[in-house]
C-alpha cells in the first residue's frame, strides 16, 4: 500500500524508518521531509496544514494510509477534513478527530476532563487577562515552584517552573496581558508543582481499545542537569528503569484504562496514539500532560523496541480490531540523544554541513532539522539529529550513543553529555 506520513523531524524520520521495513509498504511519502526520509521514501513540499495541498497529494499518489507526526494538523481538525471530503473520505488517518485533539490543545480542556474521569493530575485553576487578579491570589495560595502552563499550543515552550512568587506573578500578566506565548496564553493554568521523577507512556488506541508501547523518559532542558531553558526535547531513554511491573500496573489501572474509558463517554473519536507525561510521585503515578501523537525524541528509542509491523498495527486501528495484535517489544533499551544547533532553543544558525553520518555504524540517526542542499547535508532546524543506539542496559546504549556522536561534527555542535544523569 501507499503510505504518507505528514511532519518533518525526528519522529517523522523514525516512522518512515519503521514504516518501509513492512511487506505491506509499496510506496512511502513524508510531507514535507527532511534529509534522512529523503533516503527511504519520496518528500513533498507540501506543508503539513495546508490541508488542499495535502488531499491533492493524496489522490495524486493513490495514498491509502495517513499518518500524522505533529500536533498543529491534528488540533486544527486534518482528520475530520478527510471524513467530511468524499474524494479521501475511504482514506484512514491515525490521528484523533478535533475534538479528541483537544486534549492537546487546551491544558484547560485536558484538566477538566481528567477532573471529570477521576484521573490523578495537580491541583489547578484557569485564568484570563480579565480575572488575572484571582490568579495573583491562587498564586498566593500556593507553594513554591509555581507552575504556569500557556492553555493553547506553544511549541513545547509555554510551561514554566518558577521559584519566586513576586517572578510568578509577573509572568503571569506577560503571558496574559502580553501575549508572551501569542494566542496561546490567552488563558493561562496555574497548578501545584508536583515534586517527583518524570516519564512517558504511550498507548495505542483504536477507539474501543488500547496498547501500551514502551515507557520513555526524555530530557528537555539545554543545560546538563536539567538547566537552563526548555527545548523540545534533548534525548530520551527506554524503559524507564524505575518503573516497576507494579508502578506499571497502577499507570494503566489509575490512568490508562479511565483515559480511553473517559474518551468512548465523551464522545471523542480517537484512532492513534495517546501520549500521556507522568510524574511519579511517591510511589504514586499523576499526569502531567496530555499529548495526541507520539513525542519528539521519545518515538526514536519507543519505536526502534517495536518488533511488530507498524502498518499491521495502524491498519487494525483503523478498521477497529486492535484487540487481535499481538504487539512484541525488543527487551535491548534503547537511548538518544539530540544533537542540536549552537545558540538553540534561542536564536541559531543554519545551512551548517554535516559531516562524519556515513561513519557511525553502531546507532541509528534519525534526521530532524536537517535537509540537502546542493549534494551535501546542512542543518536547517534547532535539533538536528538524534542519535539512537541499543544495549543491554541503558547505560550500555546511551555509552554507544555517544561513541557514535564522536564521529559526526558541524559548526556549533551541541548536545548534552549527561543524558540519563539521573537514573
Excluded at 508572551?180 to 493561562?188: D, Q, R
Excluded at 496514539?273 to 507520539?294: A, H, Q, S, T, W
Excluded at 518515538?299 to 526502534?304: H, N, R
Excluded at 525488543?330 to 545558540?343: H, N, P, Q, W
Aim: with cysteine; glycine share 8%.
Amino acid at each position: 500500500m501507499n503510505i504518507l506520513v505528514l511532519g518533518s523531524g525526528g519522529r517523522e524520520h523514525t516512522f518512515a524508518w519503521k514504516l518501509a521495513q513492512s511487506k505491506l509498504c509499496t510506496n512511502l511519502f513524508v510531507a514535507p521531509g527532511n534529509s534522512g526520509t529523503a533516503d527511504i521514501a519520496t518528500n513533498l513540499q507540501v506543508s503539513v496544514t495546508d490541508f488542499k495541498a495535502i488531499k491533492d497529494a493524496v489522490i495524486k499518489n493513490e495514498i491509502e494510509l495517513v499518518v500524522v507526526g505533529p500536533e498543529d494538523p491534528l488540533v486544527q481538525g486534518i482528520h475530520d477534513f478527510f471524513l467530511n471530503d468524499t474524494a479521501i473520505k475511504h482514506v484512514p488517518v491515525i490521528g484523533p478527530q478535533k475534538a479528541a485533539a483537544e486534549l492537546e490543545g487546551s491544558k484547560e480542556f485536558a484538566k477538566e476532563f481528567m477532573s471529570r474521569h477521576h484521573i490523578p493530575t495537580a491541583d489547578y485553576q484557569s485564568f484570563t487577562s480579565q480575572n488575572i487578579e484571582e490568579g495573583f491570589k491562587f498564586l498566593e495560595s500556593l507553594n513554591a515552584p509555581y507552575v504556569l502552563k500557556a492553555d493553547g499550543l506553544a511549541a513545547g515552550k509555554g510551561v514554566l517552573i518558577i521559584d519566586d512568587l513576586e517572578e510568578a506573578k509577573t509572568e503571569l500578566k506577560h503571558m496574559l496581558v502580553d501575549a508572551k506565548f501569542g494566542n496561546a496564553s490567552k488563558k493561562v493554568v496555574v497548578e501545584e508543582f508536583l515534586d517527583g521523577i518524570e516519564l512517558s507512556c504511550f498507548v495505542l488506541t483504536d477507539g474501543k481499545d488500547y496498547k501500551i508501547l514502551p515507557t520513555a523518559k526524555d530530557y528537555k532542558r539545554i543545560g546538563e542537569g536539567d538547566t537552563g531553558l526548555n527545548t523540545g526535547g534533548m534525548g530520551a531513554i527506554s524503559p524507564v528503569p524505575f518503573a516497576t511491573q507494579d508502578f506499571l500496573e497502577k499507570i494503566e489501572t489509575k490512568i490508562v484504562k479511565p483515559t480511553v474509558k473517559g474518551l468512548i463517554e465523551d464522545d471523542l473519536p480517537y484512532i492513534g496514539f495517546i501520549f500521556i507525561g507522568l510524574i511519579k510521585v511517591g510511589d504514586e503515578p499523576k499526569v502531567i500532560e496530555y499529548n495526541v501523537r507520539m513525542g519528539d525524541p521519545e518515538t526514536e528509542v519507543v519505536l526502534p523496541r517495536l518488533k511488530s509491523d507498524l502498518v499491521e498495527i495502524f491498519m487494525a486501528m483503523s478498521n477497529q480490531s486492535l484487540s487481535n495484535i499481538e504487539i512484541e517489544i525488543d527487551e535491548r533499551a534503547a537511548t538518544t540523544v539530540m544533537l542540536v544547533s549552537g545558540g538553540y532553543p534561542e536564536s541559531y544558525e543554519k545551512g551548517k554541513e554535516i559531516h562524519g553520518i556515513t561513519e557511525v555504524e553502531d546507532s541509528l540517526i534519525f534526521h530532524a532539522g536537517a535537509t540537502t542542499k546542493e549534494g551535501k547535508i546542512v542543518t536547517s532546524g534547532g535539533r538536528v539529529m538524534a542519535i539512537t543506539s541499543y544495549g543491554n542496559t541503558y547505560n550500555e546504549a546511551i555509552k554507544k550513543s555517544y561513541q557514535s556522536i564522536n564521529k559526526l561534527c558541524f559548526d556549533k555542535m551541541y548536545y548534552r553529555k549527561d543524558i540519563g544523569f539521573d537514573l
